[in-house]
């Protein structure tokens, strides 16, 4: 026991114990020739291998009944201890030497005490801590946002899904008949809830792929997925699919569904409406007034129609740069495809015009808009990526009502910080082309920036105070 542990008022009469076994970092070590002695004559003890560690002989009792000699912190000679010169002869360990004491074995010295820790350490901790906690928890929340704002069902879009790309017929067949027996294995009847009762809304589609993916209109069913109603897919068999929105596109005017079970669905073929002729024979099918598996014919009336249909607001608002015809469209046709004599879905029907009244009140009149293939691509592939669509903005507010003497866009505001503002637009600013496509009215405008993506750089012929200029405009986007 050393003095730090011994009581200084120890009773002399209380030896410290002979210790029975090695102490614990030590083992003896004989000579080679036990019988060989050292250079003093003293017979050669046992030594301690302590593994390079400062080392010193352990507790024994002296012959004189002294208290055991202590090699670090012991009593000094003012106490009566022996003082014993230290010899070096090898690192970790003490040599013989002279004295009354005889080599004695080594043990480790004791580990040094650890040190205390200020106290300020403790609250720094505390408060490192809490901020860790509170940055981990708006990371976690930021990330739990991001994924539950991409609600896609691909990473890659429509190069991830498994469509048709042969047209399934030749262009030269010039059948309709022809066309209806390859087109209606791809229709299907879309029937959708609204304010709580079923088949409130009823419309069309068309199967885009064999993942089960059905591409139909928004307003077919944004009762239903706004009140998480019920939407039912019926196939040409008349069989019964439950569906479900990946997402859709006010916009645009589209919606991707999906559907489980869809095995037996043939995709339709995509096709490209900008091949397509004033004139031409297209075929369009659907479910007008209910009744499904339709099929009207006719032929293309215009193309880059630019066409408007109202909603609650202008984010709701759509804007088509149409293929028109004069194929039979009526309501429960929306979302059913138009489609080229080659079998090749080349719109999506989504609107008629009217003599007046409410759409229900009046039927197809010849004057019939499908959305442009090259548009469903584009926004079904963002739908399908991240469960939403963006469209492009400028920043202004434009004129669309008539504007008999006007012919042009003219901007009514400039909001600030905004594409339209950074390219040097002004309110009055009349805009009369686009990429070097004729304006002629505020529709025409949004439907032509419309037809863009954000990021998008456009050229823009403006008319300011008489003279003409051309500005270029980087799109911005807006998720609708």
């Not at 022996?82 to 002869?89: A, E, F, I, N, R």
């Not at 047209?167 to 087109?183: F, H, I, R, T, W």
């Not at 607001?313 to 088509?320: L, M, P």
């Not at 002629?440 to 998008?456: K, M, N, Q, Y």
Request: glycine share 14%; hydrophobic share 40%; net charge negative.
């Amino acid at each position: 026991m050393s003095d730090e542990q011994r009581p200084d008022d120890q009773a002399p009469d209380q030896q410290p114990e002979e210790p029975t076994q090695p102490l614990a970092g030590w083992r003896a070590a004989e000579p080679a020739d036990r019988s060989s002695a050292q250079p003093d004559g003293r017979p050669y003890g046992a030594d301690a291998a302590t593994d390079g560690m400062l080392a010193g002989p352990p507790p024994h009792r002296s012959a004189d009944g002294e208290p055991p000699h202590q090699p670090h912190g012991g009593p000094g000679p003012e106490q009566g201890a022996p003082t014993v010169p230290l010899q070096h002869p090898g690192p970790g360990w003490f040599g013989p030497g002279p004295g009354p004491y005889p080599p004695r074995p080594m043990y480790a010295a004791p580990p040094p005490r650890a040190r205390r820790l200020p106290l300020w350490v403790w609250p720094a901790v505390a408060c490192l801590a809490l901020v860790v906690g509170v940055l981990g928890g708006l990371a976690g929340g930021a990330l739990q946002d991001e994924l539950a704002s991409q609600r896609g069902t691909n990473d890659n879009g429509l190069g991830g899904v498994r469509t048709r790309a042969a047209a399934p017929l030749d262009a030269e067949n010039g059948s309709v008949a022809a066309v209806a027996q390859a087109l209606l294995p791809s229709t299907v009847q879309i029937v959708a809830e609204v304010d709580g009762r079923a088949g409130g809304a009823t419309g069309s589609g068309f199967v885009l792929d064999r993942d089960g993916h059905i591409v139909t209109n928004n307003h077919v069913v944004a009762p239903a997925a706004e009140d998480d109603g019920v939407i039912t897919v019926i196939d040409q068999a008349g069989q019964r699919l439950d569906a479900k929105v990946v997402g859709r596109s006010p916009v645009y005017d589209l919606a991707v569904l999906s559907v489980d079970g869809a095995g037996g669905l043939e995709p339709a073929a995509l096709g490209a409406s900008q091949a397509l002729n004033v004139g031409e024979s297209v075929v369009a099918f659907g479910a007008p007034l209910g009744l499904s598996q339709t099929v009207t014919s006719g032929i293309v009336s215009a193309l880059n129609r630019p066409v408007t249909t109202s909603g609650e607001s202008d984010d709701e608002s759509s804007y088509i740069n149409a293929v028109q015809t004069d194929a039979a469209i009526n309501p429960g046709n929306s979302g059913g495809p138009l489609v080229n004599l080659s079998g090749e879905v080349v719109g999506v029907n989504s609107a008629i015009a009217t003599t007046g009244g409410a759409t229900r009140d009046s039927g197809n009149i010849g004057v019939g808009f499908a959305i442009p293939i090259e548009q469903v691509r584009t926004t079904v592939d963002q739908i399908l990526r991240t469960g939403r669509a963006e469209y492009p903005v400028i920043g202004a507010q434009v004129r669309t009502g008539a504007e008999p003497d006007s012919d042009g866009a003219t901007i009514t505001e400039v909001m600030p910080d905004t594409p339209a503002a950074r390219a040097g637009l002004e309110a009055d600013d009349v805009i009369v082309a686009v990429d070097d496509l004729p304006v002629s009215d505020g529709i025409a405008l949004i439907v032509a920036i419309r037809t863009h993506l954000p990021g998008e750089t456009v050229e823009m012929a403006v008319v300011r105070d008489g003279e003409e200029r051309v500005v270029e405009v980087e799109l911005d986007g807006k998720v609708g």
